[in-house]
T-cell receptor, first 117, second 110 residues
Framework: GAVVSQHPSWVICKSGTSVKIECRSL??????MFWYRQFPKQSLMLMAT?????????EQGVEKDKFLINHASLTLSTLTVTSAHPEDSSFYIC?????????????FGPGTRLTVL | KNQVEQSPQSLIILEGKNCTLQ??????????LRWYKQDTGRGPVSLTI???SENTKSNGRYTATLDADTKQSSLHITASQLSDSASYIC?????????WGAGTKLIIKP
């Protein structure tokens, strides 16, 4: 399957600052990438779907002005948490999407742990 | 409403024992059902993907079953190892939309 990396793996920042998380598809041209958020002891929640060269599609309840997504190339998507607050502390995971003849597949990155003080 | 429910929420078993995790779903339209393993602090890793016509699929010591009539799936782990300690998540695909279960946290004790 596709190899997906994320950087940084963890970040601690002060409240009010912005944090950028990178998601790279190392061996696969990802036209679609997905961004998830996972709070402790909960399952993944889809935040947005990112398509290369176009605007991201955000899930209901996710503020697009707060979580800026840029998918400028087939191998890189970035998520910027603007004016981060403690409630934004979470585990952020990206994944790539593929389309097969019978089903779609997703390969997940290792995640980024964000802690906002 | 599309839903995926997993049971049990958590499970503790001794190393070497077998266990079965359950997944019930109400998702329409149904595309496929996946089981993921997620280690603490890591992204999910796919174990199996099953389409409507597949009843069982194995991946090493992991065997998943699917009953499309009753909308139930199970994940059976044989001869458990310490490295099997993780959360196991059942995910049902409705086209490009994924409906995530809350997961079962499995702990293997020596």
């Amino acid at each position: 399957g596709a190899v997906v990396s994320q950087h940084p793996s963890w970040v601690i920042c002060k409240s009010g600052t912005s944090v950028k998380i990178e998601c790279r598809s190392l061996d696969f041209q990802a036209t679609t990438m997905f961004w998830y958020r996972q709070f402790p002891k909960q399952s993944l929640m889809l935040m947005a779907t990112s398509n290369e060269g176009s605007k991201a599609t955000y899930e209901q309840g996710v503020e697009k002005d707060k979580f800026l997504i840029n998918h400028a190339s087939l191998t890189l998507s970035t998520l910027t948490v603007t004016s981060a607050h403690p409630e934004d502390s979470s585990f952020y995971i990206c994944s790539t999407g593929t389309s097969g003849p019978f089903y779609n597949e997703q390969f997940f990155g290792p995640g980024t742990r964000l802690t906002v003080l | 409403k599309n839903q995926v429910e997993q049971s049990p929420q958590s499970l503790i078993i001794l190393e070497g024992k077998n266990c079965t995790l359950q997944c019930n779903y109400t998702v329409s339209p149904f595309s496929n059902l996946r089981w993921y393993k997620q280690d603490t602090g890591r992204g999910p890793v796919s174990l199996t993907i099953m389409t409507f016509s597949e009843n069982t699929k194995s991946n090493g010591r992991y065997t998943a079953t699917l009953d499309a009539d009753t909308k139930q799936s199970s994940l059976h782990i044989t001869a458990s190892q310490l490295s099997d300690s993780a959360s196991y998540i059942c995910v049902v695909s409705a086209g490009y939309q994924l409906i995530w279960g809350a997961g079962t946290k499995l702990i293997i004790k020596p």
